[in-house]
């Protein structure tokens, strides 16, 4: 019985799936937080006691600031400061800061270079892609500058050795980023990557460019490099991810024949005896050009680094597609075999072979190949294994005691471990419920902080006072950074990388298929640059309106002043307005409900106010706050025109206006039933069981209806040329006979906070509805409405259970939307809602193409959507 209770514990050890994501493999390892020790942070020299290298950690001014080397640092100087991870690690960012010393200190590196170490004696220089190595560093003493690594390091140490070109004093506080490398490989040897040349095949250099270990006759060994990056190749693999670098820079390759064994031969070394379950390679499949997946491969087991190589070896043959030239992963089983080194054997299936990744899956306890019932009290172990234990099989003081001596204790022992075991599950599965619960919560947004993307594609600059963090015991052990590459978030930028892009948006700019008399005679160039996306200029607090929301843009409706004779509705006393409660906020107003008195006698007949018996009316009032900006005060009398000029039967209505006094207030019907985002999400779907139990439901004709009055009202804006910005359920309101009229109150209500992204500190958008064009090119058109309007359909047909792209952070949605402008096949859509029939999925598709004259109008979407309800 222990036998098989302990060989089920074994079973259940936890895997390692090694396989890293840079993009997400951005965590801060410790130096802000104190999780890295001081005597694991030391320096080659130090100016004084109270600069020492534990005063070099992020954001933090114990002693006098940070760690300042001696003297004045001079150019051929090599001081450094070195840390310790503890760890092998996957290392991506690296942050850097000046001596702030509470506004005291005024000393920086302007440039810095990197040396790194996976085992403390031998030691590399990092190098950047392009091969250089020295990093641009601060350029004052009170910036944060974060600095993306390309490629990133798998190392333990790290030092920072900070560079100057003329005598200079310096001083540095560091953060670093990354996570832990589980994988354990430390090296791999192999043949060097070859040149692809004419005749017959293109010119590409299929080297592996980032290898750091020795390279002697043409073959590699001793280092970690591409296959190790995170970089996955793609299907053409002359196309590549980085920008600025040579065809076939993703791939590592080898031509048949090439090589004297006639096969590729690898070797993978790890940090200590492992299980493996598999090894997993990428791999191309260009057949078009010659290249194919491998058609074979062998792999033999080096138990301990001074043993030899076994003679019993796995052989794992691949089943090759002449179709699908797609690249992919090819899964290797390695037989849960125990092993510190493989060396595995390729075989060609055509003229190329080429890898761009590879990793393993392995545990490091070691599953016993043989369960021996007999043994009850002790159990062999390899010289690696993680498990110990007081005797064993072979000790002969085992054979002298009874073998029921041990087995109360050990049984004793397991039932705990067991124990532990079922309550790790139980905290997990918890931690997993409450994550989905608070999924549509507001996120934490960094308050006080302005980021500045600088034009480099791996910097990031944080403007803040240093403050000394607080650390609690429920913070988590990782805080995640995400640090966009500035081209999803610096058109500008983008543009300059990808001139495609810059095509396709002067087309778009010039073409885009709706009416706006300021632009249609411009040139490609004007046009493109009236695209500048609106989050990146100044004035972006006035397109959030008074409330934060930002409905109705209309380019062609710019008017430098307005009068009261150009709002066409009434102007209501003030003190008919009685305040019941306020429903939101924003940049510089806010949103109260209020009781109207005498308002249908004060509007006459034809007003769409619901009947009430004589008992006052309720309405919502916007309201200007009394320190809103001049800006603020020309936008709020430009809404009240845009609105008072809006007459559709499924447009929020504006009925009068409070303006010939401060504050200034705009008077808009008032929703019974709120928004269709709480009402939704509140119901089910209609069936027997919500029939019998009397639930709140909603049928599949309610919902067909509710996406055609949507579609009828965004028409009649499309037809006043008329951009929304901003359409989504938490948008489209109710009344008591479930009228649907699209309002703009949901960027004002701290309710759906969790659904707009802080862009730059200032600037709040809706990412998750919008389409890639005004993410990446700040272009609103009719046509980014009719994408929006997509979501919102997706929306409804889940009653709005959950936020769209649900699984996705903010910063993966705006990656991507690269995806969607690259157009590879590679982006992420929303899955089909259940129970939404096929034929409107697909007008959901079409509303997402990533063409935008391809994207249906709201005209054609509303007559393909009305026979439905018919029906």
Same mark, same amino acid.
């Given at each position: 019985m222990p036998t098989m209770l302990f060989a089920l514990l074994l079973v259940f050890q936890v895997e390692t799936n090694a396989q890293i994501d840079p993009a997400h493999c951005r965590y801060s390892l410790g130096m802000e937080d104190g999780r890295i020790k001081d005597h694991d942070i030391t320096a080659s020299s130090q100016w004084y006691e109270t600069t020492g290298p534990q005063y070099a950690r992020w954001n933090r001014e114990e002693g006098d600031g940070a760690w300042c080397p001696? #003297?004045?640092?001079?150019?051929?100087?090599?001081?450094?400061?070195?840390?310790?991870?503890?760890?092998?690690?996957?290392?991506?960012?690296?942050?850097?800061?000046?001596?702030?010393?509470?506004?005291?200190?005024?000393?920086?590196?302007?440039?810095?270079?990197?040396?790194?170490?996976?085992?403390?004696?031998?030691?590399?220089?990092?190098?950047?892609?392009?091969? @250089?190595?020295? *990093?641009?560093?601060? @350029?004052?003493?009170?910036?944060?500058?974060?600095?993306?690594?390309?490629?990133?390091?798998?190392?333990?140490?790290?030092?920072?050795?900070?560079?100057?070109?003329?005598?200079?004093?310096?001083?540095?506080?560091?953060?670093?980023?990354?996570?832990?490398?589980?994988?354990?490989? *430390?090296?791999?040897?192999?043949?060097?990557?070859?040149?692809?040349?004419?005749? #017959?095949?293109? *010119?590409?250099?299929?080297?592996?460019?980032?290898?750091?270990? @020795?390279?002697?006759?043409?073959?590699?060994? #001793?280092?970690? #490099?591409?296959?190790?990056?995170?970089? *996955?190749?793609? @299907?053409?693999?002359?196309?590549?991810r980085q920008y600025s670098v040579w065809p076939g820079y993703d791939y590592v390759g080898w031509r048949n024949g090439s090589l004297a064994s006639g096969h590729v031969e690898m070797e993978f070394f790890f940090d200590k005896q492992r299980n493996f379950t598999f090894m997993k390679v990428h791999c191309n499949n260009w057949f078009h050009r010659g290249v194919k997946i491998f058609s074979s491969v062998s792999c033999s087991f080096k138990p301990r680094l001074l043993a030899n190589w076994e003679a019993e070896s796995t052989e794992f043959h691949t089943v090759l597609d002449d179709r699908n030239p797609s690249a992919r992963y090819v899964i290797v089983p390695l037989g849960h075999r125990a092993a510190i080194a493989l060396r595995c054997r390729f075989r060609f299936a055509d003229a190329w072979m080429m890898f761009s990744e590879i990793f393993f899956q392995s545990v490091s306890t070691i599953i016993p190949a043989q369960m021996t019932p007999e043994v009850t009290s002790a159990w062999p172990i390899e010289e690696s294994s993680m498990l110990t234990t007081h005797k064993t099989a072979t000790d002969p003081s085992a054979k002298d005691q009874p073998e029921d001596g041990n087995t109360p204790v050990l049984i004793g022992c397991l039932v705990t471990i067991i124990l532990l075991l079922v309550v790790i599950i139980f905290l997990i599965l918890w931690c997993q419920y409450v994550c989905k619960v608070l999924e549509k919560a507001p996120r934490r947004i960094l308050e006080e902080v302005t980021v500045r993307l600088s034009t480099s594609s791996d910097t990031v600059i944080l403007q803040t006072p240093p403050v000394p963090p607080r650390v609690s015991q429920m913070d988590p052990p990782y805080e995640r950074i995400f640090l966009l590459d500035p081209q999803y978030q610096d058109p500008a930028a983008l543009r300059n990388k990808l001139p495609e892009l810059s095509q396709s948006a002067e087309a778009s700019a010039c073409g885009g298929g709706y009416a706006e008399p300021d632009v249609t005679q411009c040139t490609p160039h004007q046009c493109f640059q009236n695209s500048v996306p609106h989050y990146a200029e100044t004035d972006i607090v006035n397109l959030q309106g008074v409330t934060g929301s930002n409905m109705y843009a209309v380019p062609a409706l710019t008017v430098d002043s307005l009068t009261r004779k150009d709002i066409t509705v009434a102007e209501l006393p003030r003190h008919r307005l009685i305040f019941r409660e306020k429903l939101g906020e924003g940049q510089f107003g806010e949103v109260h409900l209020c009781e109207a008195e005498g308002l249908p006698e004060f509007l006459g007949e034809g007003a769409p106010l619901p009947d009430r018996d004589g008992r006052p009316v309720l309405v919502a009032v916007k309201q200007l706050r009394a320190d809103a900006t001049n800006n603020a005060r020309n936008d709020f009398l430009k809404e009240i025109k845009i609105m008072s000029r809006l007459n559709d039967p499924n447009i929020i209505q504006l009925l009068c206006v409070c303006v010939s006094s401060d504050p200034l207030c705009m008077v808009t019907e008032y929703m019974e039933n709120g928004d269709l985002n709480m009402f939704l999400s509140q119901r089910e779907l209609e069936s027997n069981l919500t029939r019998a139990n009397n639930i709140p439901s909603v049928s599949l004709s309610d919902l067909l209806h509710m996406s055609v009055q949507i579609s009828s009202g965004m028409r009649y804006l499309a037809s006043l040329n008329f951009v929304h910005r901003d359409l989504a359920t938490r948008n489209c309101l109710l009344d008591r006979r479930l009228t649907i009229k699209i309002a703009d109150f949901g960027m004002s209500r701290n309710l759906y906070s969790s659904d707009y992204y802080r862009i730059q500190g200032r600037a709040v958008l809706p990412i998750r509805w919008m389409a890639w064009e005004s993410i990446l090119l700040g272009k609103f058109t009719t046509a980014s409405d009719v994408w929006a309007f997509g979501v919102t359909l997706w929306e409804i047909f889940t009653l709005c259970k959950e936020q769209p792209y649900s699984l996705l952070s903010d910063e993966q949605v705006i990656e991507n939307t690269g995806e969607f402008f690259r157009n590879q096949g590679r982006q992420i859509f929303l899955f089909p809602p259940p129970h939404c029939p096929s034929s409107l999925f697909e007008l959901m598709m079409r509303c997402w193409d990533r063409d935008i004259a391809d994207r249906p109008t709201f005209e054609g979407l509303y007559q393909a959507l009305r026979p439905h309800v018919a029906q």
């Open positions: 001696a #003297g004045l640092l001079q150019p051929s100087d090599t001081q450094y400061l070195q840390v310790d991870l503890g760890q092998l690690t996957f290392l991506t960012v690296v942050g850097t800061q000046g001596r702030f010393a509470r506004n005291s200190g005024k000393e920086f590196a302007r440039m810095y270079r990197l040396n790194y170490s996976r085992d403390g004696q031998d030691w590399r220089s990092w190098k950047n892609r392009l091969g @250089d190595e020295v *990093i641009k560093g601060n @350029d004052n003493y009170y910036d944060s500058v974060l600095k993306d690594l390309h490629p990133p390091m798998i190392c333990r140490y790290i030092r920072l050795i900070p560079v100057t070109q003329v005598p200079n004093t310096v001083c540095m506080r560091v953060e670093l980023y990354g996570c832990p490398w589980h994988d354990g490989l *430390i090296s791999y040897s192999s043949p060097e990557g070859q040149l692809m040349l004419p005749p #017959g095949h293109p *010119i590409a250099s299929l080297n592996d460019s980032t290898y750091d270990g @020795d390279h002697r006759l043409k073959k590699l060994s #001793g280092g970690l #490099g591409q296959l190790t990056d995170g970089g *996955i190749g793609q @299907d053409d693999f002359l196309v590549t």
